[in-house]
């Protein structure tokens, strides 16, 4: 049975059980699914609050490398659909064609664009701290990342799915000035690769619709297939919120219209 795989890579301060009920659905309709943490990763959030030492010194570079190896490992090429920085990493594979479709998701920016300075008033990692990892607060959760929930649900998905980011990670994201990381690119001219999907919140205060537009237009020149999709109303919790399924179902909408289906001689 030789079904199409989708790869699910989380970004900042998610778990891979982000991706939980995206799994359970892709897999309702006959793809294989599959939600690697990262290296290290415990299999809870809850640990990994309490014990973060996995993601010392984790960046950009090893998290590329970590999921390149596991997108390769599979016979058919998988659909990789990422989120924040997995968003990233997925649009840097598609780009040098391992995968065979991608989904960004409220991606981190890619190549030059830039990202856009905090809104006054709005929380940033402490520039002078030597933590190794970045934690949020759940009121920090919900005032950054999901601040179109109410508090009920911000802190149900705290509880569940939040954990600490890797200071080093947020440095080869370029975030407060730092420099960024090589592998915060895309090839942006490969014409053979498969189609690519961005796909932004519009009340995202991490990632800015604004971020997803410009790599957008950055891929203009190309006559790769790449799409763009804004959802009204969506913080960067656009994966995990009570929204995730209208997301997911345009994803399974958008890899159907591309051809790209669950089981042997679709697409």
Known sequence: MNRTPVVFIHGEWLHALSWESWAERFAGRGFRTFTPGWPGEEATARQMRRSPEPFHGIGLAELTDHYAGIVRSFDKAPVIIGHSVGGLIAQHL???NIGRAAVAIAAAPINDIPLPAPRPGLWTPDQDSTEPVVSLSPEQFRKV??????????????????????????????????????????????????????????????????????????????????????????????VVDNGWRFVADHVLGWLDGRGIGPHPGEG
């Open 94 to 96: 598609i780009g040098v």
């Open 145 to 238: 990342f999901a601040n179109t929930l109410d508090v009920a649900e911000a802190e149900r998905l705290f509880e569940r799915y939040v954990v600490p980011a890797p200071r080093r990670l947020l440095a080869d994201l370029g975030c407060a000035g730092a420099v960024r990381s090589p592998y915060a690119v895309a090839d942006l001219g490969n014409t053979g690769r498969g189609p690519l999907l961005l796909i932004s919140g519009q009340e995202d205060l991490l990632v800015p619709d604004s971020v997803t537009r410009a790599a957008y237009k950055a891929y203009g020149d190309s006559t790769a297939a790449t799409d763009l999709k804004q959802f009204a109303d969506r913080a960067h919790s656009l």
